[in-house]
Each structure stands twice: as structure tokens, then as C-alpha cells.
């Protein structure tokens, strides 16, 4: 690797050396002329610019080079951690760090050519980095966890969100009208900034809650908070936007919620109409008969519904996320054999690249974005107030959720002693642990590439250390602050239904008749005992009927009552289950496969032993 | 579709009719700020330019989703033509003509974003689309076949794209010189354009000869040549590049002629040590514990080959080339079984759209690219001199290479009955297919955008309607020209050993405990029969013994003595099976699977069978 490296550097330097050589003008204030994508001819043939189309070719060689060089660095740390059982320092902070240094060398080296290459680019990252991501999550989601948690995910993901931004942009508002660092900025404006750093990242928190098997339940809380958090932001920044430079009224508030109610509802149902879609489609065709054309089809439609969400002026998240899930309810089982193993792969990996190299990037534009003005004050004080916004959004909405579901359970139970002894919905150590999960990621940074005004680099510069801050501060000491908080971990989750046989070593010659051939068999006999139709599963499971009877008598522990809970709040999504089984599921899949669509949804009867 | 089709037209309308609207500048001239990769709102900001970074965004998205329903519609198309067993019109065809009529569209609505966000971008191409089907190409290669016939592919490949070349340059010149069509071009300028319209095209005609199951010499032949073509074209085209605008001298010839070899071998090493590398990474850590990373990995590393070569000036399309082979051949022995899938699905998902995306591309060029100039006449004589260059090039190459054959036959078995007894090594029938084989292809197109000086888009122009047409014209009738010669088909490959157990409609419940899995059990137990070593092989192999016996008592039909022929000339690469076998693969292979390594090259034994 340390050679490689040094290739790397002298290579880097010797460009840079022919770079000066050449004459190419150095100035930063010829940029706009020679971002990426600007080397074909026709642009690079603007006056004053001497390199030859050939030159240009090399020298975006050598960016993708070193792009792909970090992303090397950054999966073999990954891999080193892993195997050393390192868990203080975490891969996305080394990250952030192989990218800062690259760029520090990027910047120091003479020659502009690299440097314009490897910016940060908002329109790569919202069209080529983030769909994968997101697309993986939904594919990935285990979906009985979200639908049962999901009345604490929305209430984190849109007030807790909107709570944040307001008390973010409100501080920041009163500190630059302060006037102590010179500048001077909007309401509007500070409100954009509070949107941008309100953007919780999913990717560093959950690769670690993934690690440690944390609980599901938070850890599907916080990955579908931190999921719908992106998109309500990305809505709000672009609302605010609207109204730069205007005079901010009070009726905007109304026109600002009515357009992100309508924006989410439309971008939700294009969705899930274009997932439906291809399940459809897959059923009423025999493209499962061309497996590679039928893989290629399912990966672009699911993009389709990003840009066509995007083009309709809608979240292209939104709809991805939703496009996702109905692909792995419905489509999934329409697939041949190969598509399923295709999609989840190729999901899995593209998502695992972006992931990677979007932390690059951030690392790399703390010194490659020539531009950027800083201002240590205002970073400490956003910062600080960033803690304080999070911490306005989750500690009161958590109590009111805890209220929400205490005030649900003695409705259906009766009064049956105190309140003291309904268990939280949250207890505190979740909500300390969705507090200390709000690290800000690059959704954030590329929102606010698109801020406008006089001091928009000033702000630019301030959301991307705070985000690295964040990151390197939060993400470092996540592992440290479970075992602090005593949250249970190493939970093995029953509803993982995955393609995984083929997740072990190559298996020796000798092994190969029982090794992965057995776990594919087993793996078959195992559905029939399972699939029972979902209507009775509740009847026919021992657990849960039982516990409805004990608590009946009123001499029930906490782990009872829990599991009453679960049962009493679940039951409020099943009549979605028995419509989806006896009227979706008919419809969109195909019948031949109806059985095995059903294999998946033996994980259902689950759901009740899941919420704990 | 037609829904689809219906309102991707209205949303192309609608945002026209907005760009319209707001009053963007969409005067021709001012295209050069505004293309893709400048969405960033750095470079949006631009004097004059109006249009806000949230706009910007929608138009890219509209751009993406016009690109990714293009493709989904090709893709599409494909499935119908195969299914309804149609095969006049092939799928690549369809791809330019939906390029087309889109780009049509595109180029009447009024607004440039669009059109400039779906211009074809040389740097895109060498860097996003061209490396995932070179590398599929070499993953996916008959390594077995394409070293049988190495003396074919390297006449063709390397004179013969040289003959071509100079060809084509002489004639162009000469009719430019005529002074017919006002455009003066200098002898370096037509060999230029020469050399980027000799670069063949492996897409079309190799998917064609797939469907038809071609004789997998001729296969081979075809599919080597256009591979090594596309590299060697880069490279002389460069050369050419290097002397525009300078004096012609004769010891250019020789320069430009070493400087090709010393690429090329520089190129063929870096390729080989990087797949190498990889193989020793993997066999000597443990990151085939997690498959995640190490199909990241395995990727990432093989791109890193293709562009550190391009950065070292070397061929990239070589290195990716060897690359992929040695991965291969090596390396994928030492990949968890996940991995092995993995990378096999991607490459081939990739390398799949790609394709496609080129076609495309290529259509809409025709229409978005607004510089161009077109000279009918200059085009009717370049199409009419690519078929002259490509007749020069194969017809006195192939009985070059039938001479060689027969001398080298006669001196090794002495001289037994009159050269008639020995038949062709290449036949006529396959040298007029090889022949009709030389459609042009994006190469050719991505390497005209680099063309200098007065006459660069008269001539870009020229090469992308020629490339289309030869597309159009050869792509189409190759189906009917394989029967009218009377080719064989329907050849099944002994040596494909590939991991499509999965390339079956999705398993039926009942049966699926006999189908797949049976398929998957069989193909272990297979191994262990064949597995013999191979430096014993050739000595159990009972045909060939037979043969070499039959042809000492000189009664042999010509059946026979291909056969023979095919023992002798392959005996020449038994040396590197030998040390192949006995001192790399020790080295490179992972002593576990020392046992399934060889597993594949117990197709080593059948290469004598498979070159009739």
C-alpha cells in the first residue's frame, strides 16, 4: 500500500510539475471554465485555455485515480478495524481523514487541473452518490419493524426535524445580527442553514448499530428518522429558497407546510406506484426468462422513480425510499432467481462505494473548495447550537411520544394500576442515544452548495466543518456511548431473510457437498412449517395469547405488559396485513410463486416477539 | 409505455416551455458555460446566466430520467425482439434509432439545458462507459480459445488496423486535396481520422454471435480483433495527435511504431501485475470473511488498473483488458463464493448498459450536437473507403495467415501429399464475415471529439454518421450474411464454466428441491473426475492420441488433420500451461482451493476438441 502511495504522490507531483510546466493558468479565478465534465473539446476549447483534450484526459485519469485510491484506503482500513476488533475509531472517520489529507496535497501541489476535478459537485452527489444509498435502505428495510415504529419515526422525522431547524436558524439569526463577525444575513437565510444541518446521516450510525447488533427497535427508529429526516430537509431548504430575498410573512409558515404535505404525499405514492409497476410487469411477462436484461430493467426503473420525482419538482428521496420497499413486498418475488441475488448485490455494493466515497468527498472539500471563507466563531457557535437544536427536538418529542402510547394503552386496557407501571414507548437511554445519533452527513453539505447570496461561502465553510465535527465527534464515540447507556446489543434479528448463503468463506473442496448446499436446502423445507396464513397467526401464536390472558388477571411484569403493548398497537396494522395478503398480493404477484411470496411473510407473525 | 412516452414528451415540452418562459439564453453560442458537470452552483453563477441551481437540478434530473427511459426502452425492445424470435432488426439498432428520434425531440423543443446535459462527452465515455465492457470482456473471455488463436487476432489487430488506418488516411486526403468540398486537410489530420474509424466495434456483432452460438473460432477471431483494435486505434490516433500542425517526416513512422509496441507491453504488464496483485491480496488475507468489502474491493482495484495506465500515458483499454483476464484466471479462485457472483453479475450488469447507453448516445448525437457540420459527399466517400481499407485490410492479412499456417504445418510433419490437403486455417467464408464484421463503433466517435484545427466538427460530423451507418448496415444483415455463408451455428461452448446456475425462471416450490439445487449439487461431484493434472492430460486424452497416431499412417481426412494441425500448434503454448500450472498457481492460488482451482482448468484438456 505505501508504495502505491507513493506512486500516487509522485505522480501527483509530477503532474502538478507538468501542469506548471505547461503554463496552465493557476489562477483560482478561471475556475468556472474547467470544472469536471467540462473536458470534452467543445469547452476546453475556451480562449486563454491551452491544454489539449488529451492532457485533460490524463489528467481526469488521475483524479478517478485518486478517488479510487481513497475509496481502496478507506474498505481496507475497514477491513483492518474489523479484523483487529478496533472499534474507537470508526471507517467513515478515516474517511473523512484519507480525504482531508489527499486534498491537503491536492491543494499544496501546484496546478488546478486535480483540484478542479475532485471538488465537490452537488449535482453528482443528488444524482449519482445518494439514489444508491437510499434505494439499498428501502430494499434492505426490514419492514415489519418500520410500519410498527413508525408513529415515533414520523414524529422525530418531520416536528422533530422542523423543531431543529427553527431552533438552529433563530440562533444563528441572533448571533450574526449581533454583529460581531460582520456578516449579516436573513431570517430566510439563517432558516436555510437550519434546514441544512438538520439533515441526520444514516450511513456512519448504522454501519456501527449494525456492527453491534443493536436492538431493533432503535436502531429502526433511528435509521427510519434519519431516512425521512434527509427528505423533509431537502423540502425545507428548497421552500426557504422560495422565499430569498423576499420579506418572510407569517402566512408563508401555512403556504410552507401545506407544499411539504403535498410534496411528500405525491412523492410516496410515485413510489410505490412505479415499484407496483415493476411487479407487475415482471408477472405479466416472461422477461424472468433473460435474466440480465430482467436485472438491468429492475435497477433502472427503481432509478426512474428518483428522476421522475425529482423532475416533477418532488422528493426523488421520498419516492426511492417507498420505491424500494414495494420492490422487496412485491416485485421481489416475481424475480427469477438470479435477479433476486443480482439486485441485492449490486444494491448492496453500490450503496457500500457511495457511502464511502461521499465521506471522501467532505474530507477532500475542507481544502479543495478554494473558495470557502471560515469563520472559527461562527462554527464554534453552530456547533454548539446544533447540540441544542437536536436536543429541543428529541427529549420533548420523545416524551410526548411516551405520553402518546401511555395515554393508547390505558384507552385499551382500562386503568389497571398506576401509570408508573406502563413501561416507556422511549426510555432514556434511547432517547440519549437518538440525541447522541444526530451527526450531520453530506446531504447537509450539498444542500448548502446551493445557498444563495453574499455570504454564502461564509455559510458554505460552516456547515461543512460542522458536519466533519459531527461525524468525527459523534460517530467516534457512538461505540463508547452504548455501553455508557447499557443499551442491549448483539440482538439477532429473527425477520433477516436474507440471500446470504453465499456470506461464508469459499468453501473448501472437501466441505463443498454439505457446506453451502446444505444451507440452500435448509433453507427450503424450512418455509412450509412457517407459512401459515397471517390472518390466524395471531390466534395460533402461544406467546402472544397467552400474555392477553395473564394480563387480563392484572399480575403482569413489565416484559408482559411490553409484549401486551406491542400486541394491542400492532394490532391497529393488521388489518393493512390482511389486505395486502388477501387482495394486494393476489393481484401483483404471480401465482406460481404465491407460495414462496408467502415464505417471506412468515417473518409477520414475528412482529409481536420483534418490538421489545 | 405509450403513457410513459406520452408524458416524458409533455415534461420536455412543459420545461421548455418554461426555460422559454424565464427568458434563458438559448442562443448556441453560449453553450460552452453550461454543460454537464456545471450544475454546481459555482459555475451556475456565471454572468448572464439566470437560471438557479434548483432549476438546474430539474433539468439534470429530466436529462437523467430522458437517458434511463431510453435505455429501459432499448432494453425492452431487446426482450421483445428476442422473444417474438425477431432478428432482422437488432437491439443495437433500435438503440441509435430511439437516440434519434429523441434527439430529434430534444432538438426542436426550445431551451438548451436538456440538450446540453445529454451531449456526448468524450470524457465520459473513456472514463464511465468504455471500462466496464472492456473489463466484462475480459472476465468474461474464453481464455482457452482467444491464445489458440493469438496469431490471428495479433495480424488482424495490430497490421491490420495499420493498413486500415492508411487506407483510409490516403483516400480522404486525396479527396480533400481535390478540392471538391472546400475543407483542407493536412496528411496527418485524414491518417487521424483514418485511425478513428478503424477502431471496430466488438458490441453489435458479438451479441449477434452469441444469440447464433457461432463457431467459436471465428468468434474468437473477430471478438480479439476488435478488442486489441479499439486499443490500437487510441494509441495511433495519440500518435497522429502528437504531430498535428508539424512538418510529416519519415522517422515519424518509425517513432510513432515503437512508441505503439512500448505501450502496448507496458500497458499488457500493468494490467497482468494489478490482477495479480489482487489475487495475492486476497489469497494472503482474510478479507474473504467479508464479501461486502471484498467485492468493493475486487472492483475498484480493476478500474484503479484502467486508470492509473491512462494517467501513465499508457493504454488504458489494454491494461483493463489483461486485467480482467488475469482476475480471471487467478484471482477469482481466491473470492468467497459471494464474491465470485458478485463481481460476475456486475461486470456483466455494467457492461450491459453501458452497450446500450453508447447506441443511444450515439443517436441522440446525431441531433443534440449542434456544432456539426455535415458534407454529404464527404460521407458517402468515407463510407465507401472504410469498406475499400477494411477489404485491404482482411483479405491479404487472412492468406497471410493461411500461408503461415501451412508452412508451419508442412515443416512439422514433413511433407505429406500437396498443400491442397491442408486446409485454411481461416476459410473464405470466414474472412468475408470477418469482413462484414468491421462496423465502427463509439471508439471511433469519443476519439473524433479530440480531432484539431478548422475542420474538427465537418469531420466529427462524417465519422459519426459513418459509424451509424456501418452500424445500421453491416449490424443488420449479419444475421442473414452468417446463413447466405453458410457458417456454422448453434456450436456449444464445452468451456464455458460459468456460475449460471441461477439463469432459470425463478424455482417453482415443488420442484424447487430438485431443480436448481440438483443443478447446483451436479456441478460438484462433476469436478472431481476431470480434475486430472493437466501435464498428464493431453497423454489420457484418447482423441488426440488417436490422432497423432492416424496421421503418421497419412490416410487422414480433413477432419483429421485439423486436428492434428490443431495438436501441434497448441503444443507450443503447452509450456505455459506447464509452468502455469506447476509454479504460478501455487503461487497465486490459495492452497484451500488449490483443488477448485484446478477445477476450471480441467477445460484445459478440451481445447484440442474446441478448435475444429
Known amino acids: 500500500m505505501s508504495t502505491a ?73 475497514s477491513y483492518f478495524l474489523t479484523q483487529r476488533r478496533i472499534k474507537a475509531v470508526h471507517e467513515t472517520v478515516l474517511s473523512i481523514f484519507y480525504g482531508m489529507v489527499v486534498g491537503l496535497i491536492i491543494r499544496l501541489s501546484p496546478g488546478h487541473y486535480i483540484q478542479d476535478a475532485v471538488t465537490f459537485n452537488s449535482s453528482y452527489f443528488f444524482n449519482i452518490l445518494l439514489p444508491p444509498i437510499i434505494l439499498n435502505s428501502g430494499y434492505e428495510l426490514n419492514q415489519a419493524n418500520f410500519f410498527n415504529n413508525i408513529v415515533s419515526i414520523l414524529v422525530f422525522a418531520i416536528p422533530g426535524t422542523f423543531i431543529s ?15 460581531l463577525e460582520s456578516i449579516d444575513i436573513s ?29 431493533p427497535k432503535l436502531y429502526t427508529i433511528i435509521f427510519g428518522e434519519s431516512l425521512l429526516n434527509d427528505a ?56 424472468r426468462r433473460y435474466p440480465r436484461i430482467e436485472s438491468c430493467l429492475v435497477l433502472l426503473i427503481a432509478y426512474e422513480s428518483y428522476f421522475f420525482s425529482n423532475g416533477c419538482h418532488m422528493s426523488g428521496i421520498v419516492s426511492l425510499l417507498f420505491c424500494g420497499i414495494t420492490l422487496k413486498h412485491y416485485a421481489y418475488f416475481n424475480m427469477s ?69 401511555r395515554v393508547k394503552a390505558r384507552r385499551s386496557m ?20 437518538t440525541f447522541w445519533a444526530g451527526l450531520r452527513g453530506a446531504v447537509g453539505v450539498a444542500l448548502a452548495m446551493g445557498l444563495q447570496g453574499e455570504f454564502k461561502f461564509t455559510l458554505l465553510a460552516t456547515v461543512l466543518v460542522v458536519v466533519v465535527l459531527t461525524v468525527i465527534i459523534f460517530g467516534g464515540t457512538t461505540a463508547g456511548m452504548l455501553e455508557v447507556l447499557g443499551i442491549k446489543t448483539g440482538c439477532i434479528d429473527e425477520n433477516d431473510e436474507s440471500d446470504d448463503e453465499f456470506d461464508i468463506e469459499m468453501p473448501k473442496p472437501i466441505a463443498l457437498a454439505t457446506g453451502p ?49 406491542s400486541t394491542i398497537f400492532s394490532a391497529d396494522s393488521q388489518w393493512f396485513t390482511n389486505f395486502d395478503e388477501q387482495v394486494l398480493k393476489p393481484v401483483f404477484l404471480d401465482s406460481d410463486n404465491s407460495q414462496s411470496g408467502k415464505k417471506s411473510d412468515s417473518s409477520t407473525p414475528n412482529i409481536l416477539g420483534n418490538r421489545r
Chains 1, 2 share one sequence.
Open 232 to 287: 423533509i430537509s431537502i423540502v425545507m431548504f428548497e421552500t426557504c429558497q422560495k422565499f430569498h430575498g423576499k420579506p418572510a410573512k407569517f402566512s408563508s409558515l401555512f403556504e410552507g407546510i401545506g407544499l411539504f404535505l403535498m410534496t411528500f404525499t405525491v412523492s410516496l405514492l410515485i413510489g410505490v406506484m412505479i415499484g407496483i409497476l415493476v411487479a407487475l410487469l415482471l408477472k405479466h411477462t416472461l422477461i
Open 517 to 565: 448446499i446444505a444451507s440452500y436446502t435448509d433453507e427450503v423445507p424450512s418455509v412450509e412449517p412457517v407459512s401459515v396464513p397471517i390472518s390466524t397467526a395471531t390466534a395460533n401464536n402461544p406467546l402472544s395469547s397467552d400474555t392477553v390472558q395473564s394480563s387480563s388477571r392484572a399480575s403482569l411484569d413489565k416484559q408482559h405488559l411490553r409484549e401486551t403493548l
Open 5 to 77: 502511495f507513493t506512486q500516487l504522490v509522485l505522480g501527483l507531483a509530477f503532474r502538478g510539475a507538468l501542469c506548471w510546466a505547461k503554463g496552465v493558468n493557476t489562477d483560482p479565478d478561471d475556475q468556472e471554465g474547467t470544472l469536471p465534465g467540462d473536458e470534452d473539446p467543445p469547452a476546453g476549447t475556451l480562449p486563454g485555455d491551452e491544454v489539449s483534450p488529451v492532457t485533460e484526459e490524463i489528467f481526469s485519469s488521475w483524479a478517478l485515480f485518486i478517488m479510487l485510491f481513497l475509496l481502496i484506503s478507506a474498505l481496507w482500513s
Open 414 to 433: 382500562g386503568i389497571y394500576g398506576n401509570d408508573a407501571a406502563i413501561p416507556d414507548e422511549i426510555p432514556y437511554q434511547y432517547q440519549m442515544m
Open 337 to 405: 432467481r438470479r435477479t433476486q441475488i443480482t439486485v441485492k448485490y449490486i444494491f448492496q455494493l453500490l450503496a457500500q462505494l457511495s457511502e464511502n466515497f461521499i465521506f471522501i468527498y467532505l474530507g477532500l472539500s475542507l481544502f479543495t473548495e478554494v473558495e470557502l471563507v471560515y469563520k472559527p466563531m461562527l462554527i464554534i457557535i453552530t456547533g454548539i447550537s446544533i447540540c441544542v437544536a437536536r436536543w429541543c427536538a428529541v427529549f420533548p418529542l420523545s416524551n410526548f411520544v411516551n405520553w402518546l402510547y
Open 187 to 215: 431570517f430566510v437565510d439563517a432558516l436555510s442553514v437550519g434546514a441544512t444541518l438538520s439533515a441526520t446521516d444514516p450511513v456512519t450510525i448504522l454501519s456501527i448499530f449494525n456492527a453491534y447488533k443493536v436492538d
Open 165 to 179: 431547524s427553527v431552533v438552529l436558524g433563530v440562533i444563528l439569526y441572533i448571533w450574526t445580527a449581533l454583529g
